[in-house]
């Protein structure tokens, strides 16, 4: 079953073309990294995929729902951590995902059984009191994947989600999205960085809004390591 897809989208800022005919799907269960330097186009994709802008052409789907006929069957599907945090500094942990599991309709033992479960498998359940300002950036990371998880979506869009952490939190964070994958979730992982990829994992290249390659990882690299693929295709080191 496809989880995610995305046919014939193109977007532009006045002249600038940021997406040209981009057009790509993601099988359910999989880890998909969506690859490219700064400014390819991730957060414009990411921008049409959450529906904060709307594509003049092209189509979208989510678990199989049209997002131009029927966004909100959609974005019930979706969960999305961004790149920029988006929690509310000033509330605890326990505070924001309470919040946000009211904005889906969730309240009472439902909302607090959901809270519970995505703290535990966050390893965040200690930290349920403190304010969000206090955490550590890898810390908020966690927060935000646990909310975007509340309301159990099948589809999950993480935005450079390991920016400005330190090494060992970036790998406990892309381990866990890949451990999503494996329950069945479908996981589009934006990022600039090769090592972020594993050989198995579903890879779109995208560079200067265009999609430049999509296939596994291992096949994309070949003879190469993937760094070195992704700076022939591109022209950029990662």
Same mark, same amino acid.
């Given at each position: 079953?496809?989880?995610?897809?995305?046919?014939?989208?193109?977007?532009?800022?006045?002249?600038?073309?940021?997406?040209?005919?981009?057009?790509?799907?993601? $099988?359910?269960?999989?880890?998909?990294?969506?690859?490219?330097?700064?400014?390819?186009?991730?957060?414009?994709?990411?921008?049409?995929?959450?529906?904060?802008?709307?594509?003049?052409?092209?189509?979208?789907?989510?678990?199989?729902?049209?997002?131009?006929?029927?966004?909100?069957?959609?974005?019930?599907?979706?969960?999305?951590?961004? $790149?920029?945090?988006?929690?509310?500094?000033?509330?605890?942990?326990? !505070?924001?995902?309470?919040?946000?599991?009211?904005?889906?309709?969730?309240?009472?033992?439902?909302?607090?059984?959901?809270?519970?479960?995505?703290?535990?498998?966050?390893?965040?359940?200690?930290?349920?009191?403190?304010?969000?300002?206090?955490?550590?950036?890898?810390?908020?990371?966690?927060?935000? %994947? *646990?909310?975007?998880?509340?309301?159990?979506?099948?589809?999950?869009?993480?935005?450079?989600?390991?920016?400005?952490?330190? *090494?060992?939190?970036?790998?406990? =964070?892309?381990?866990?999205?890949?451990?999503?994958?494996?329950?069945?979730?479908? %996981?589009?992982?934006?990022?600039?960085?090769?090592?972020?990829? !594993?050989?198995?994992?579903?890879? %779109?290249?995208?560079?200067? *809004?265009?999609?430049?390659?999509?296939?596994?990882?291992?096949? =994309?690299?070949?003879?190469?390591?993937?760094?070195?693929?992704?700076?022939?295709?591109?022209?950029?080191?990662?």
């Amino acid at each position: 079953m496809i989880g995610l897809e995305a046919q014939g989208l193109s977007y532009s800022y006045g002249q600038k073309h940021a997406l040209e005919d981009v057009s790509f799907s993601v $099988q359910s269960g999989v880890f998909c990294a969506l690859l490219g330097p700064n400014g390819a186009g991730k957060s414009t994709l990411f921008n049409l995929l959450t529906r904060l802008f709307v594509a003049p052409t092209g189509r979208i789907e989510i678990a199989g729902h049209d997002l131009r006929t029927a966004p909100r069957a959609a974005l019930a599907e979706l969960g999305i951590v961004f $790149q920029q945090t988006t929690l509310d500094l000033d509330l605890t942990v326990c !505070q924001n995902l309470t919040y946000f599991a009211a904005l889906h309709g969730l309240s009472g033992r439902s909302a607090r059984s959901r809270i519970d479960a995505a703290l535990d498998q966050l390893d965040m359940r200690e930290r349920a009191g403190e304010k969000a300002r206090d955490l550590n950036g890898g810390h908020r990371r966690r927060t935000e %994947i *646990a909310r975007a998880l509340l309301h159990d979506p099948s589809v999950l869009l993480l935005d450079e989600p390991t920016v400005g952490l330190d *090494a060992a939190a970036r790998a406990s =964070i892309t381990d866990y999205a890949h451990a999503l994958a494996e329950t069945g979730k479908t %996981i589009l992982w934006a990022t600039h960085l090769t090592d972020e990829v !594993q050989p198995g994992d579903d890879l %779109i290249i995208l560079h200067q *809004a265009r999609i430049l390659a999509h296939g596994k990882a291992r096949d =994309i690299a070949g003879d190469l390591s993937l760094q070195d693929r992704f700076l022939s295709l591109t022209g950029v080191q990662a």
